[in-house]
């Protein structure tokens, strides 16, 4: 090879397509951890607005290719990401490979919706990412969006600066995927063995608290259906204030108009001044018998001395853990009633109101069950 395709050889960045896979899908759990808790990203301001051009414009592909740019960068700072092919000189990385092997995989498979390839829909080959570009493309305006956000990446100079502008992307990315519909995936039927490890998974997962409050509706609806006991199973979002009228719990089970038990879901470990202030605002003011803790972390001593304190003034105060009790309550209903905690669950994260990334999670977990 002579001596200047030599030179230009060894100026070319080197991106391994494992790393940059593992690279971008922790970027996409830092991103929909954000979004859970409705972080949204707003610096660098120029970032925000170019991102909200780009993905308010129907031509897929600049918001595609330009994810590719962020990873590029990520990979290796000396890449000029306005060279998406390797044969344009120094600094050109293989901007479509990297798409193949990395962007496009990752959209489709966390059920983001993306075309086939933005180096196949939209650009032409040996294409650069410059202001000359743009004769001939839709949507003239998002790709000079595009060029603001490729300008910010090439600016940048460190990785944690690129990291942030990677993250602005994928938030948008994010609020695309909300917006669309997530298709649940379905099983017929599960072991308890399955229900179990599904369980297992679920309360594990990062969800605000969300998960826990679904699986713990589910199964009492499950057991109100089942047992045919003519429950109103009342429950209301994470966060939500209790209503003044309803009997202050996460879920509230009802029947005849009069409430049987009130029951709070929580993750957070609880200590005494937990069940004070929640005996103070909730069960003495609302006349609340039976108040059912359900949770994931056991509570401190100080807790239950307090719960059993209330007791003896006719309170019933106490404490579950969440997958002890579900799978207790599963393997009890038999297999049929097993197939309607499925439907029940499923029937709850199929709203609009839940967001798109726990329905993902589930159709991963569903899939690795029955593999």
């Known amino acids: ?48 607005k170019a991102a909200q051009r780009i993905f308010i414009s129907k031509t897929q592909s600049y918001r595609e290719a330009l994810l590719g740019c962020c990873v590029a960068r990520m990979m290796d700072m000396t890449t000029d990401i306005t060279k998406p092919y390797i044969n344009q000189g120094g600094g050109a990385y293989n901007g479509r490979t990297l798409d193949e092997c990395v962007i496009n995989p990752i959209l489709h498979a966390r059920e983001i919706p993306a075309s086939k390839g933005p180096f196949l829909a939209t650009f032409r080959r040996n294409v650069r990412f410059i202001p000359e570009t743009s004769s001939g493309l839709r949507d003239q ?7 603001v956000y490729i300008d910010l990446l090439q600016k940048a100079g460190t990785y944690d600066e ?38 297992t998974s679920l309360l594990s997962t990062p969800s605000g608290g969300l998960l826990p409050l679904l699986l713990v509706t589910a199964a009492f609806q499950t057991l109100n ?5 003519g429950w109103h199973v009342n429950w209301q979002g994470i966060n939500v204030a209790d209503k003044s009228n309803a009997a202050g719990g996460d879920v509230t089970i009802q029947k005849d108009g009069q409430t049987l038990i009130a029951i709070e879901v929580t993750e957070r470990t609880i200590e005494r001044a937990r069940v004070v202030s929640t005996f103070n605002t909730k069960i003495s003011r609302n006349y ?28 019933d105060v106490n404490f579950l853990d969440i997958k002890t009790w579900i799978v207790h309550v599963l393997g009890t209903i038999g297999s049929d009633g097993r197939q309607v905690f499925s439907q029940k669950f499923t029937g709850i994260l199929d709203q609009r109101s839940v967001p798109a990334s726990l329905k993902v999670k589930w159709n991963d977990l569903v899939k690795s069950l029955i593999v």
């Open 1 to 48: 090879m002579p001596l200047d395709e030599l030179l230009k050889a060894a100026a070319m960045p080197s991106i391994d397509y494992h790393e940059a896979t593992e690279t971008l899908e922790g970027l996409f759990e830092t991103a929909e951890a954000q979004f859970l808790i409705d972080s949204a990203p707003s610096d660098p301001e120029a970032a925000v």
């Open 162 to 199: 690129v990291r942030v502008l990677c993250l602005i992307l994928l938030h948008h990315f994010l609020i695309l995927r909300n917006e669309s519909n997530v298709t649940l995936a379905r099983v017929a039927r599960l072991s308890l063995d399955q229900q179990e490890r599904l369980i």
């Open 225 to 229: 259906e089942v047992y045919k006991i």
């Open 141 to 147: 305006d998002a790709y000079q969006a595009m060029l």
């Open 288 to 315: 609340i018998k039976d108040y059912l803790f359900l949770v994931t972390t056991p509570p401190r001593e100080d807790a239950r001395s307090a719960a059993s304190a209330y007791f003896a003034q006719g309170h």
